[in-house]
């Protein structure tokens, strides 16, 4: 084509930014950089000095556009990205980072698949943002540390788990909270607890309260990680602060029954799992937090961000379980 149709052309794309914008314009700037009439004419510009003088636009973002088209260079590419209203230049941008084409080319599918659950959920609701570029960044991340082998509708489960439906809730009114009823706590496998506490706690204030009590009770418990087979348990308590994560403890190692030394874990305090998520703590780097100490595991999401430890679980069996996906 000629280069003057394909300047003109590039310039004729117009609108709001987008995914599907983006994509074409950076198709319209490979035909431009490859095209042998530009290098002709104007092969003495390099070219990021040629797309701010003849398209009119930053180098950066003429960067973006091509390291999008030549990532997804498919034209099945259009149909899906014109079915993401809710993408952005950013979201599609931070999507090409990821090195494992599987996930990358999943999380697009599952993002398109979505938008009809939004027309049929957001018609009344008011969210400026429905992704952020740190949903993605974290969900990435995730899942390529995950075991699993994740398909566009499992990641669907997860954005709406983790992300959109969080999001919908907070951006409603509160509701007051009936105060949860005072229930007798389960001490069966630690009786001097018994002597301290008659009820279970009712919310996260009172839940590390009853943790900080207890430690001393569990530090003969061994603990494994699933990414380690060595066993560790409960050293000391190093700091607790209100900033996330919540708390630094120190564990014993042990290998092969004998100790090995000491290593220090970020903790996060949590009444209920779930309020993980609630907390928009799996968008933070996931090296500030290992090991979830709650109260009560209600983990809703197919994904996990951090291993789990439910001290109710553990006063009704006696044993840590570590819960990761």
């Known amino acids: 084509m000629d280069i003057n149709k394909l300047i003109e052309e590039f310039k004729n794309i117009s609108g709001r930014s987008s995914a599907l914008k983006a994509w074409n314009q950076g198709k319209i700037l490979k035909s431009i950089k490859d095209n042998p009439e530009y290098i002709e004419r104007f092969g003495y510009i390099d070219f990021e000095n ?132 005072k229930k007798n706590i389960n001490t069966l496998h630690f009786n001097e607890l018994a002597e301290l506490y008659a009820n279970e706690p009712v919310d996260e204030q009172s839940f590390v309260a009853l943790f900080c009590t207890m430690f001393h009770l569990i530090k003969e418990k061994n603990i494994i990680f699933s990414w380690d087979t060595h066993q560790i348990s409960f050293s000391k308590i190093l700091d607790i602060k209100e900033s996330f994560p919540d708390a630094e403890i120190e564990f014993y190692t042990y290998k092969n029954s004998l100790p090995a030394g000491t290593i220090q874990l970020n903790v996060e305090f949590e009444y209920e799992s779930h309020n993980y998520i609630k907390h928009q703590h799996h968008t933070e780097d996931r090296n500030k937090c290992h090991l979830i100490i709650c109260w009560l595991n209600n983990w809703s999401s197919p994904l996990y961000y951090a291993h789990i430890l439910s001290i109710k679980e553990l006063l009704e069996t006696g044993e840590i379980n570590l819960h990761f996906f």
């Open 50 to 181: 040629f797309v701010e003088q003849y398209l009119e636009i930053t180098a950066r973002t003429a960067n973006k556009y091509l390291l999008i088209y030549e990532i997804w260079q498919s034209e099945k590419v259009p149909e899906i990205l014109k079915k993401n209203k809710n993408m952005l230049l950013e979201h599609l941008y931070t999507l090409i980072k990821p090195e494992n084409e599987a996930i990358r080319d999943r999380i697009l599918e599952a993002m398109a698949n979505m938008e009809e659950y939004f027309e049929k959920n957001l018609e009344n609701r008011k969210l400026k943002t429905i992704y952020r570029e740190d949903d993605i960044i974290s969900l990435v991340k995730a899942i390529s540390e995950s075991k699993k082998n994740w398909s566009a509708k499992d990641i669907q489960k997860v954005f709406l788990t983790d992300f959109i439906n969080p999001r919908i809730k907070t951006s409603n009114q509160p509701t007051q909270r009936d105060p949860r009823p």
